[in-house]
């Protein structure tokens, strides 16, 4: 009876293990359909009405890269996502090193701060905001006060990133060896603490920059004309350019996660090289 | 080269006394172990003299100067530490030209004092690799040479042999040895393994709650302890309550059996609780001649445990004054299996006793 029961039981779950493959079949098609259907629209949509012109299908990605508009918006994105990053690594990467090695008690505490950002939302951040910065005119008027914002915004990423880096290292007996070895502190964090959490840095800052180049909210709500923002306007009268625009932004963002990704890997392929030589 | 004195060290952690009024004399040149069990305070020693821990009172003086006023990395000290210390995003030889970089040396000369270093380390051939391809062993070995780069005036090492195998920290133990007499470095080294500070030290200073309790030769600590403590830590020990018989004769009584000590110093009275000392070695087993009682030990026992070690062979025997325990040539304890019946005798002069 056993030697009956022991096939069938193995049928039926083989029958089960194909019915379960067949859903994630499934589930993958319409996840994959999700994703790729708008962005197949959006490309079609960016491509078409050019029949008309000469362009060969190039022509809204043309029309707006003559725009003077988009450039000085692209430019002013970057501008600001360059100085986020310059900010917020200036702040935190001290930070994170001193609270790791003296005040590792606050360690929890900057877990809680680090993840405010996520808990109160964009606006309710402005409308603390501006009344704080208000007073300061000469900065409040002028786009170099969003990286001191987009800094908050950055902070759950950037920190969190270093802080896995820290994590990573015996921090506290490299930084003794380093001082035994006749090191500042102050050596000790460039020498032996920068180099150990490069790829911390370099993807917590490749997020800021996404989040630099992508903040709509509260540029738009001080009326600086960021990218986003020219993107939103266009978008109200220009359809077909606001197509060719978003393709130029996703491809930028895509272009990121690469660098992010070689980046990476770049780091350990020329540990592995130093090894092989 | 430079002699270290540590005096009156104190240093308390909330409520825990880690260092109870330490003192300690290192000569210059000399090898100097800190001996004692886990929490006994030999890490804030070390750290109170690398200057990573500042005492609450007391001095550390290198060549007769104090040097708690100077910070960590201007003390000229080379420091080995427990836990992995290498820079892992530089390779053996960057890590040992570090500090030589931070002095600014010219950089042929960095590379070739770090050559040397790694020559006199057995690594010479691993000079490229980064600390993730090399073993625990290896690390340390690159540890040590990195620490001596500067020409430290002092060596200080803190179980750097803890994390490893059992046969690469003898190895490795007597290679410490040899470069230290080499480079006649004076040398603190930290460990809970008595074996270790034994066999590779000059000095051995046997820790216990924040202080010493005896310095001396490897020799001295192992066949003299001066408290209870250092006997029953420093290797392995018979204890046994028993009474002086006569102060006169340095007489005691244990059990049936009435021993005289040879000890010179016998500051005991008539009648004094004192605990005897035995060491396994020094205990000799008799057996009876074809199933005779076995006679001419000071009490018979029978075997209750055979422990084969290699060369030696521990065997513990139930008497009647308790359980004993000797070491046996391994030859020696074939003759014996559990449950035979023996005599126990005593080494002359191997006997120690302190005050209960
Ligand atoms: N930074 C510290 N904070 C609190 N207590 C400590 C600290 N360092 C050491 N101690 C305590 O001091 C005592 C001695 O520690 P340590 O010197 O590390 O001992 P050992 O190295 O002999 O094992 C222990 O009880 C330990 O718990
Ligand atoms: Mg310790």
């Known amino acids: 009876m056993a030697a009956i029961a022991v096939p069938t039981s193995n049928k039926r779950r083989r029958g089960g293990h194909g019915r379960l493959q067949l859903w994630h079949v499934f589930w993958i098609i319409v996840a994959v359909l999700y994703f790729v259907v708008p962005l197949y629209s959006l490309l079609q949509f960016s491509f078409e009405g050019s029949v008309n012109h000469h362009s060969a299908g190039f022509h809204w990605f043309l029309t707006v890269f003559d725009d003077p508009q988009f450039r000085s918006s692209f430019w002013l994105s970057v501008q600001i996502a360059l100085e986020t990053v310059l900010v917020s690594n200036l702040l935190l990467v001290p930070t994170a090193f001193w609270i790791h090695l003296k005040l590792p008690k606050l360690r929890p505490v900057m877990d809680f701060v680090s993840i405010l950002p996520f808990v109160v939302p964009p606006i309710v951040l402005i409308v603390g905001l501006v009344p704080f910065l208000q007073p300061f005119t000469f900065i409040y008027s002028r786009p170099e006060v969003l990286p001191l914002i987009y800094v908050v915004f950055a902070l759950p990423f950037l920190y969190r990133s270093l802080d896995a880096g820290l994590r990573a290292i015996d921090l506290k007996t490299l930084s003794e060896a380093s001082a035994n070895l006749g090191s500042s502190t102050l050596g000790t964090l460039v020498r032996v603490v920068l180099p150990n959490l490069r790829q911390s840095i370099i993807s917590g800052s490749l997020l800021t920059v996404a989040i630099g180049m992508g903040e709509f909210t509260i540029s738009s709500l001080l009326s600086f004309n960021t990218f986003p923002v020219y993107i939103f306007n266009i978008g109200q009268s220009q359809a077909y350019e606001a197509a060719a625009l978003s393709v130029i932004s996703l491809l930028l963002i895509w272009g990121i996660m690469i660098g992010l990704f070689l980046l990476g890997r770049g780091g350990r392929t020329s540990i592995a090289l130093g090894a092989t030589r | ?356």
């Open chain 2, 1 to 356: 080269m430079a002699s270290v004195e540590l005096q009156g060290l104190h240093k308390e952690f909330g409520n825990v006394v880690a260092l109870d009024d330490l003192d300690l004399d290192v000569a210059a040149g000399e090898f100097v172990s800190l001996l004692g069990p886990s929490g006994c305070g030999k890490t804030t020693a070390l750290r109170c003299v690398a200057g990573f821990e500042f005492p609450d009172s007391g001095e550390v003086l290198v060549d007769g100067k104090d040097v708690l006023g100077l910070p960590a990395n201007k003390r000229n000290m080379g420091m080995v530490f427990q836990a992995y210390s290498l820079f892992p995003n530089m390779t053996a030889q960057q890590n040992v030209e570090f500090s030589m970089k931070i002095r600014r040396r010219p950089r042929s000369e960095r590379s070739k004092r770090a050559l040397e270093l790694l020559e006199l380390v057995g690594l010479s051939r691993q000079a490229e690799r980064y600390p993730r391809q090399l073993s625990g062993g290896q690390q340390q070995r690159v540890a040590l040479a990195r620490a001596l780069a500067l020409e430290p005036a002092v060596l200080l090492l803190d179980e750097p042999l803890s994390a490893l195998d059992a046969k690469v920290r003898v190895q490795l133990r007597e290679e410490v040895r040899r470069i230290q007499l080499e480079l006649g470095i004076t040398t603190l080294y930290v460990t809970h393994d008595q074996e270790e500070a034994l066999s590779v030290s000059d000095r051995v200073a046997v820790l216990s709650e924040g202080r010493i309790e005896q310095i001396g030769t490897p020799a001295e600590v192992y066949t003299h302890p001066k408290t209870s403590f250092v006997a029953s830590f420093v290797g392995t020990v018979n204890r046994a309550e028993v009474t002086v018989l006569s102060a006169s004769g340095k007489t005691v009584r244990w059990g049936p059996a009435v021993l005289k000590l040879e000890t010179e110093a016998f500051a005991y009275h008539d009648g004094d609780a004192v605990t005897l000392y035995l060491r396994p070695e020094d205990v000799t087993l008799g057996l009876g001649r074809n199933g005779t009682i076995p006679s001419g030990g000071l009490f018979n026992g029978r075997v209750t445990s055979i422990t084969f070690l290699g060369p030696v062979t521990r065997v513990s025997v139930r008497t009647e004054v308790g359980p004993v325990v000797a070491d046996l040539s391994s030859a020696e304890a074939l003759e014996l299996s559990i449950d035979s019946e023996v005599s126990v005798d005593v080494a002359p002069g191997a006997l120690r006793a302190l005050a209960s």
